[in-house]
């Protein structure tokens, strides 16, 4: 047991029984995992990869067949340890009869605070949210990207060490998503540790220090953000003036791609090619290098390394898949 986790999973393993013929699923095997205090940590892995069983383990709404989970170095399952965390679930389902600020005041008296402290919390968090804490429309009129906004006060009201959140970019509009997203590196900027899940790698990529690989139930990486991309593939890319450079056939074994973009040709270079020879070949050439640069390999490229070529899903930065998390 590793005594400062925030987080600590250790084999953690659910299988889930279903329908007359009692057919089971596993949603995850053997399970290791550990969060520090203080880290933006992101859970990564397509749709019905076993996240959101992992997350839910976390927070006792399901038990575990086998395995721990750990927060703070207290069991899951014991009250300390839910008193020191907040959770977002992917679908928030509050009373929608009630008005933002009542629901609030409602969760944060269920949460054992003062009816005095709440009094001046609640609008202070619903600002905070981008919400109009006098709006007293009831919350069945609210989209969905208000919702997420809610949920995210009702996490923060008393002020936990540890947030974890399920998909907390989905549904919302790309202005609510980068909210999220600098809400996120605001609370990693004040202590706090942050465990998020998604299937969309970029918004990984955007905020988190460390991240983990989940697929098919199982832990297939995790670690440093750096130091995880800077095992994969690297690229270089020189850039020049001009579009005509890369139609020259002379040129053709030293580059892996040469694109137009606007006024420039953009050359793409392998581990196997030599950046210096067409460096050096197009100068000769009487070409204007404008720039030189390394290109890491991207979350993207790193999922489909580990998992063996299966793709995300084209043109949404997602890991494909469907189903349940």
């Avoid at 520090?36 to 976390?58: H, M, V």
């Avoid at 750096?226 to 001009?242: K, M």
Wanted: aromatic share 6%; charged share 25%.
């Amino acid at each position: 047991m590793t005594a400062d986790a925030a987080i600590e999973i250790a084999g953690l393993g659910k299988t889930f029984i279903s329908g007359l013929r009692r057919r089971r699923t596993v949603a995850l095997r053997e399970l290791d995992l550990t969060v520090a205090p203080g880290e933006i940590f992101g859970f990564l892995g397509p749709n019905g990869a076993g996240k959101t069983t992992a997350i839910k383990i976390l927070v006792d709404l399901i038990r575990a067949d086998s395995g721990s989970a750990r927060i703070f170095g207290i069991s899951s399952r014991d009250r300390r340890a839910r008193r020191r965390l907040a959770y977002l679930p992917e679908l928030p389902n509050f009373y929608d009869y009630l008005n933002a600020r009542e629901l609030l005041q409602h969760l944060g008296r269920l949460s054992g605070l003062e009816h005095n402290f709440l009094r001046g919390r609640v609008p202070r968090l619903l600002e905070k949210v981008g919400l109009d804490p006098g709006d007293r429309r009831p919350l069945r009129k609210y989209s969905k990207g208000m919702l997420q906004r809610v949920g995210i006060a009702q996490a923060m009201l008393a002020d936990p060490d540890l947030y974890i959140l399920d998909e907390p970019m989905g549904g919302l509009d790309p202005l609510g998503r980068r909210w999220m997203k600098e809400l996120i590196a605001e609370l990693g900027r004040q202590g706090k540790t942050v465990f998020f899940s998604s299937h969309v790698l970029a918004e990984a990529e955007a905020v988190c220090s460390r991240v983990a690989f989940i697929h098919r139930g199982r832990l297939i990486a995790q670690g440093q953000l750096n130091e995880l991309l800077s095992g994969g593939r690297q690229e270089w890319e020189i850039v020049v003036a001009g579009t005509k450079a890369g139609n020259d056939p002379s040129l053709r074994q030293l580059y892996h791609q040469a694109r137009s973009s606007g006024s420039e040709t953009v050359f793409t270079l392998g581990s196997e090619h030599d950046q210096q020879r067409l460096l050096q070949a197009l100068l000769e050439k009487g070409q204007r290098v404008i720039s030189l640069n390394r290109r890491h390999a991207s979350l993207e490229d790193l999922f489909v390394r580990l998992v063996g070529g299966e793709s995300p899903a084209a043109g949404s930065g997602q890991v494909g898949g469907s189903g349940g998390n």
